[in-house]
């Protein structure tokens, strides 16, 4: 069970800069919350009557970062304690089939698949625990540490509430069937397919090869079951392995995993991809450009600042506030990632209300887009 936490009340570590336009709609009333009662100035909170200053949030913050990287080691550890094993396991069950030439020892390969199914699941128990440690990672990393990292980068409003949620009622972030799916592309597939070209070639070899189908058929009888029984029953339980393994491929709610952007790519775009590499040369990754949109009502001043600043084109839209029903601008612009986290304090020198929103594009296609020089 997780550690006991701080307190459940906990503000984001960056304190909030001024009041921005609510995020329902750029026009809608501002509800500005009050200090904390009791709070000094300068305190992100009161703990246990005692008035908590940034030094000791921070300094908490990082006690608990290392104890969850920590726990998140000890668990990924434990992953690969159980691979081990099927490992292991798979390596004796084969030599000790194929030691000797006797066609009733091909049982002992299905027996070994059964063991690898079951540290399969076993493996999949694990990640999930794993994956919790590792939301809480990748928590404190996007919104407390990046924070630090990239000003005036500021982290989100529900931050701390996530996380004291995740402390005090602790859930899997994902799914029994996400995690036996991820666990089984990871490592099992290979470790199963081999157990299942074995199993074929012992029952094909031994105690004689066999030069016919019916011969083939009696090699794989396991005493008075019949060998098209066997058969099908094997090939029938490895389909349903590799079709759990290879169906839950959409899911992704982990968070401990490092995901390409494409998505899983077929053989066909695999062979594609790798004839433009060869014919293009070997490229290192590109950042994604970023997609700016502010509502304003100042247009053409957040506008000129945007040009000035930071030499991108703006485009203007003819926008109108719902709630209040002013007219208001809506200014387009596509920048280069680092130039994002700069952006909002630029349209807020200028504009306080403004609404703004950045979001990541997959591609900026158009003459005039260039990075900075």
């Given at each position: 069970m997780p550690h006991p936490a701080p307190d459940a009340d906990a503000p984001p570590a960056v304190e909030p800069s001024a009041p921005r336009a609510s995020a329902a709609g750029a026009d809608a009333p501002s509800a500005t919350p009050g200090p904390i009662p009791g709070a000094a100035p300068g305190s992100p909170w009161v703990f246990g009557g005692v008035r908590l200053g940034s030094s000791e949030f921070a300094n908490a913050m990082i006690h608990?970062?290392?104890?969850?990287v920590t726990r998140a080691n000890v668990w990924r550890q434990r992953l690969d304690m159980t691979t081990n094993w099927a490992v292991i396991t798979t390596g004796a069950a084969l030599s000790l089939t194929f030691g000797s030439t006797a066609s009733h020892l091909h049982v002992m390969i299905p027996i070994m698949t059964l063991m690898v199914t079951l540290f399969l699941i076993i493996e999949a128990r694990r990640y999930r625990y794993y994956e919790l440690w590792a939301l809480r990672v990748r928590l404190m990393e996007v919104n407390f540490f990046a924070a630090m990292l990239a000003p005036p980068h500021q982290p989100r409003a529900d931050w701390a509430g996530s996380m004291a949620d995740s402390l005090l009622h602790p859930k899997y972030p994902i799914s029994t069937w996400e995690a036996v799916g991820r666990r089984f592309r990871r490592n099992y597939q290979y470790i199963l397919a081999l157990?299942?070209?074995a199993w074929l070639n012992k029952i094909l070899l031994h105690p004689t090869p066999a030069r016919s189908v019916e011969e083939f058929l009696k090699h794989a009888s396991i005493g008075w079951i019949p060998g098209?029984?066997?058969?099908?029953v094997g090939l029938a339980f490895n389909v349903l392995l590799f079709a759990i393994g290879w169906l839950t491929v959409g899911l992704r709610q982990t968070r401990g995993e490092v995901f390409d952007e494409a998505g899983l790519r077929t053989p066909m775009e695999l062979l594609q991809s790798a004839g433009r590499t060869i014919q293009e040369g070997l490229h290192l990754p590109r950042r994604h450009e970023q997609l700016g949109h502010i509502i304003t009502a100042h247009g053409d001043e957040v506008a000129q600042r945007i040009m000035q600043t930071f030499g991108r084109g703006v485009t203007a839209?003819?926008?109108?506030?719902?709630?209040?029903g002013e007219d208001r601008t809506v200014l387009m612009v596509a920048m280069d990632p680092t130039q994002a986290t700069y952006l909002k304090q630029a349209v807020y020198d200028v504009d306080p209300k403004a609404f703004v929103i950045i979001h990541g594009t997959e591609h900026v296609i158009g003459a005039g887009f260039e990075a900075p020089s």
């Open positions: 608990f970062y290392r104890a969850e157990l299942a070209i098209e029984v066997v058969l099908s839209l003819p926008g109108k506030g719902m709630y209040t």
